[in-house]
């Protein structure tokens, strides 16, 4: 596949039990549909620097491809786009065919880190509701 950005061929790296498709040249991250989730369920975090730091970040020449960006799995279909997060809005670029997502660099560890840190809001929750619940008994 090419990179929808740049149009390096992209590679794919392993992430646990997960295959990425990565562009070494622009650090783009392609994921096929439903990876983030599985991606975020590992917990993992700081993926994108793991992969460079264990398959190297070899400089590459930029050349932007022309207006919008392409699927790299249906070819001719463009990417919208659009918004994902728990918490803060991160930009990503889905497919409508394939629902796969473009990542630019830096863009799945914040995704990542968006996780971690709505996990922690939930636990936050959750203790609190029990707080309240105790609270409530006791009153009574
Ligand atoms: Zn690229
Ligand atoms: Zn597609």
């Keep these: 596949m090419k990179c929808p950005k740049c ?3 992209l590679s ?3 992430v646990g039990d997960i295959s990425v498709d990565k562009c070494q040249s622009c650090d783009g991250i392609w994921l096929e549909h ?7 369920e590992t917990g993992l975090q700081g993926i ?4 460079e730091q264990e398959f190297g970040n070899p400089p590459a020449p930029m050349h932007s491809l022309d207006g919008y960006l392409r699927c790299p ?10 918004y994902v997060s728990y918490m803060q809005p991160v930009k990503m670029d889905h497919c409508v065919a394939c629902f796969g997502m473009w990542l630019d660099k830096h863009e799945l560890d ?24 105790l609270a409530k008994r006791m009153a009574r």
């Design 110 to 133: 914040k995704l990542l880190e968006d996780k971690k840190q709505l996990d922690a809001v939930q636990v936050d929750r959750g203790f609190k509701a029990m707080l309240a619940g």
């Design 34 to 40: 439903g990876e983030l989730e599985k991606l975020r």
């Design 73 to 82: 799995q249906c070819v001719d279909k463009g990417l919208r786009t659009n």
């Design 7 to 9: 149009g390096a061929i």
């Design 48 to 51: 994108e620097k793991q992969l």
């Design 12 to 14: 794919t790296l392993p």
